[in-house]
């Protein structure tokens, strides 16, 4: 498999319309997580490239970057074929307090809600009263667009298996009905012991057998690559 090309679409904000977000049948691939989790460090291990911003200083993404990209060959072909890959902002930690953190988790609502993911039995839960109100305004504006597919890498820190935000957002995840995996990341900086407890402390918790990467090492990544081309090719227009 080999990454042809990858290039940035669009930045999606809260209240976003339906229209800022691809709706061309592509799979959209969702990176959520923590901030600090290592998501744009990922995808950029992910692409070889430079595709995402790194820092280190939690909450530099505020907002939804969307990228596309085009592999050929894989387990998702034979021949060319694309995704998008949508780097959303990080919970759990935002400069300027209990305001910006609401609107971090306003900008992954809107996301989720303009893209058209579907609602389990049409109730929706969120991180907090702002974002859910944004979330529910934004999916009043945008009903009736045409609706993506795609699935949820959930990003949990291999060091840290039972946060309380991470498990809040399994559950909101799990209210909106996406298909969601757990990525252990970070696990290069596990002895064997601590990574055998804490990944079974991970799918303990979240219910989903994580699938343990390290960006640092590469551990991980083609695996991640065949679940990444499985969702696509399923979901090829």
Do not use: C
């Not at 959520?32 to 692409?47: H, W």
């Not at 969307?66 to 935002?94: H, K, M, N, Q």
């Not at 979330?135 to 060091?159: C, E, F, M, V």
């Amino acid at each position: 498999m080999k990454v042809l090309k990858t290039e940035f679409v669009t930045s999606a904000a809260a209240g976003g319309r339906a229209d800022d977000i691809p709706a061309d049948g592509f799979a959209q691939i969702a990176f959520a997580g923590r901030s600090n989790v290592g998501k744009s460090t990922l995808l950029n291990a992910l692409t070889r490239t430079k595709l995402a911003r790194t820092s280190a200083a939690p909450g530099k993404t505020r907002l939804a970057n969307i990228y596309r990209v085009t592999v050929e060959g894989g387990a998702g072909g034979p021949g060319r074929w694309s995704a998008y890959f949508v780097d959303l902002p990080g919970y759990g930690y935002a400069r300027g307090g209990s305001d910006s953190a609401a609107e971090l988790a306003a900008v992954a609502a809107a996301y989720y809600d303009a893209g058209g993911w579907r609602l389990v039995g049409g109730s929706q839960t969120s991180i907090n009263r702002k974002s859910r109100e944004a979330s529910s305004q934004s999916l009043a504006a945008n009903r009736g667009a045409q609706r993506p597919k795609g699935a949820t890498l959930h990003l949990i820190d291999a060091r840290h298996p039972a946060l309380e935000s991470d498990i809040d957002a399994a559950r909101w995840f799990d209210a909106l009905g996406v298909e969601r995996h757990v990525v252990a990341t970070k696990v290069d900086k596990l002895n064997r012991s601590e990574r055998h407890r804490n990944l079974k402390e991970v799918e303990r918790i979240f219910e989903r057998t994580p699938l343990p990467v390290s960006a640092a090492s590469g551990e991980g990544l083609d695996e991640l690559w065949r679940l990444i081309a499985r969702v696509a090719r399923e979901q090829r227009p």
